[in-house]
């Protein structure tokens, strides 16, 4: 279920640059709960930050613990996508992040240290 607080396509990217540690570990993995049949999220995430390296850059020395999956993130292969379905891929990240996924997402993250 979506809060509708925000407008997902009037942000971007960047405001992953303002996420305390704790945020970006939590966005910054496999999340499982986000993908169905037209939705991958390591996909997504490729696509979004594809437009956005410092981005990965800053989440990389705010959450070292994250390395590893936005490594997986960089070896996704996105140099024929269209700057609209970067942009899709944009939007589509930023609106999970607003819904409620939580049961899902503790589901999902067994190791969850904010249990």
Known sequence: MSYNW??????????????????IRDIM???????????NYISDMAKALSRYPYVITFCKRKAPECIEFLNKIMRVNVSGISE??????????LSAQEQDGLPLRQQACETCICK
């Open 29 to 39: 993995d496999e999340n499982k709960w986000y993908n169905d049949r037209t939705r």
């Open 6 to 23: 925000i407008r997902s396509e009037d942000y971007s990217m960047d405001t992953f640059l303002l996420f305390d540690r704790w945020v």
């Open 84 to 93: 609209v379905e970067a942009h899709n891929a944009e939007t589509a990240i």
